[in-house]
């Protein structure tokens, strides 16, 4: 028979190795990254990986960008590979997609979308169409980056989305992220894509934190462009959005789930191709829809989904007619109140849901 002293010494070594594993647990679902790291992080692994991968774009270099989303860059890749531009985007977008059509697989940073407006036709006639135009015989293996839609105090003409915009064009992939796992996996795949990608970012989120698995700190981690992901499972309602309009949909998940409502939320991750599936799916099993974006309502993505949901099989399955919470059909104002309430809030989705549910 085990002595008491043994008995004592095993319970405590299994006391030591609940704690160990305890911390272990702990420390891994506390391991997280901001968006601005995710990003950094997944230019930096390109960048080494291909020896093609370039950065370009205003202040990128010297400055480490002006929301530092290129950190340290310059001093571990030098000129060549993170290259400073003037400030003249319909010039070094013009450079970037030349770059792109000679075999070089350029990341150009815009400052702003809105900023974009001034090379949009390279973007679109130039890097969007030269694949067919071609008849294949000319890629344009291009990522044009940098953040999308509304920050804050910034006014109207600095605070458009441009998710409707790109997503219209036939020969963009067009990525919206949400999370620190999204930008990280979805840029390294737009990267290394052999269409241009348009790569929305969403100023607001650069420096939240999120959750992040070991598997998706990975230099090889990629996800798979065009497919959304059920970011929270239910069965009342869909709510279907991306980018920083899954932030509020989830914030509304959880306060109706105090009154009953199961709220699925769908990060479409993916605007153009769109992950048609993922909502079907969804909404055949909860019958209800919202979509949610901060965009303006008229040709909105929203519009789109719904459209798209109506002309399907899905249609039957509804039990009430879909809406759309969207930002509000004006220029954007400066002063502070205006401003919030153009945009969609957490009360406009609970007011929205509760409408379809007819609560």
Known sequence: MKSVKDLVKA??????????????????????????????????????????????????????????????LWKKHGDKRIVDTPITEMGFAGIATGAAMAGLRPICEFMTFNFSMQAIDHVINSAAKTYYMSSGKVKVPIVFRGPNGAAAGVAAQHSQDYSTWYSQCPGLKVIAPYSAEDCRGLLKAAIRDDDPVVFLENELIYGQQFAISDEA???????????????????????????????????????????????????????????????????????????????????????????????????????????????????????????????????????????????
């Open 217 to 359: 700190l990975s230099p090889d981690f990629v996800l798979p462009i065009g497919k959304g992901k059920i970011e929270r499972e239910g069965k009342h309602i869909t709510l279907a959005s991306y980018s920083i309009g899954i932030k509020i949909c989830l914030e509304a998940a959880k306060e109706l789930e105090q009154n009953g409502i199961d709220c699925e939320v769908i990060n479409l991750r993916t605007l153009r191709p769109l992950d048609e599936d993922i909502i079907k799916t969804s909404v055949k099993k909860t019958h209800h829809l919202v979509t949610v974006e901060f965009g303006w309502p008229q040709c909105s993505i929203g519009a789109e989904i719904i459209a798209r949901i109506c002309e399907s099989d899905a249609f039957d399955y509804l039990d009430a007619p879909p809406i759309r919470v969207t930002g509000a059909d004006v220029p954007l104002a400066y002063a502070k109140t205006l401003e919030q309430n153009s945009m969609p809030q957490v009360s406009n989705v609970l007011k929205s849901v509760k409408k379809v549910l007819n609560k």
């Open 11 to 72: 319970h405590g070594s299994i006391i030591l190795l609940r704690r160990s594993l305890s911390l272990t647990t702990r420390a891994l679902a506390e391991k997280t990254i901001t968006i601005r790291e995710a990003i950094t992080q997944a230019m930096d692994e390109e960048i080494t990986r291909d020896d093609r991968v370039f950065l370009m774009g205003e202040e990128v270099a010297q400055y480490d960008g002006a929301y530092k989303m290129s950190k340290g």
